[in-house]
């Protein structure tokens, strides 16, 4: 990951979703109207943070099988990065909540699994904080992370479809494929999904050189 | 490792029979919330609203089993802790403990529905798809708790932790629980509850497979 063409990509990707994802026709919807284009800002957030949390899981059991602080280092700054993507996907979706439902937050199954979903790696910070040794705070933060992505799954994918949601795509409420019959969506959805992932890539292998940096000064 | 399982658990079970008092503690700590509730609401027998009723039963079973599961690996000594390194299998002792914590929970929280429908009232119409929630839920609660107490232990402020920790972790299963004793206190048709029974099980089974999994981790640190 240290050849930069990946690096270009982004910012070529990021500058044409947020021009295109401003400026591109949509379909004019009854209700949604312009704030259908929430979909390129507010949806990736989600699919950033679920690959992101789920990246950083990754070098947590990594890190269980080698004892590799290298990758704690990883672990916790793909978290890092992973819980602020989930903030700011729930600060768009109250954004757009407050045009589409008419309320900052309205109790809907999605908004409580996400707001319960943040809760829980705000636990796994804290608890990192109350642990003294190196050692000790990489191993038993990384139990606690698969533990806690573990209990993520059935929040964030099963709970919330099993009731009715206001979400498009659930509870009746028809999806945007339905809407979406020339696919004018997709072209720039797909790519903005890509573009915010690899930023959110690139911002957490930044903050890992940058720690790596403080730990290199310190020995 | 069926017969170690099986000698460890026979162990705690005596261990704790022989200091009754935690165990007894806990019972009152039990009962004394749902008096509290009782003369908080001072309500007659069935004039609480049924959700209302629903909800704060579950809220005083998951309060009382944060106590109940906190001291198995919390309250600890260093001696028990090296005796147990070095005679048990980290499988044998989280299987164990969870086992173990099932059971104790699922004692408590039938002497509980008992007090709390002793005092509060019974609004429910299927009593027996209410009992089956109860047993699936405090064992769900003490399969996700027992894993959370054993991480909790390793930290300083490890009250806090066990609090803040588990219950994030423990919500899903809390609101499919609320969700099926809802309907088993409408008396809505059986069949109506089978998928979310399902999807219970399935929680409880991840949760358990995960402890299983991490637990060794945990352990050797």
Known sequence: MRKSWWKILTVFLLIYVITGGLLFEVPRLHILNETIRALYFHVPMWFGMIILLGISVFYAVKYLRTSNQEFD???????????????????????WAQFAWGEWWSGDPKQNASAIGLLIYFAYFILRGSLEDVNQKARISAVYNVFAFAALIPLLFILPRMTDSLHPGNGGNPGFNAYDLDSRLRMTFYPAVIAWTLLGVWIASVRVRIRRLFINQEI | MAAQLISFIYNEIRLEWRNRYTVNGIILYLVSTVFICYLSFSVRANQLNPITWNVIFWLIILFSSINAVAKSFIQETEGSFLYLYYTHSPQVIILGRII???????????????????????????????????????????????????????????NTLMAILSFPVVLPILLMVIKISKNAINGVERLASVDDFMVLLAINALIAAASYLLFPYLWRS
């Open chain 2, 100 to 158: 173990y914590n099932s059971l104790l929970m699922l004692s408590l929280s039938l002497v509980g529905f008992g007090a709390y429908a002793l005092v509060l009232g019974n609004p429910v119409e299927d009593i027996w798809v209410y009992l089956l929630v109860v047993v699936l839920g405090s064992v769900g609660l003490s399969f996700s708790m027992t894993m959370v107490s054993a991480i909790a232990s390793k930290a300083r402020n490890s």
């Open chain 1, 73 to 95: 280092l990883r672990a916790i700054e793909f978290a890092n990065v992973g819980v602020i993507f989930g903030i700011l996907g729930v600060l768009t979706g109250m954004l």
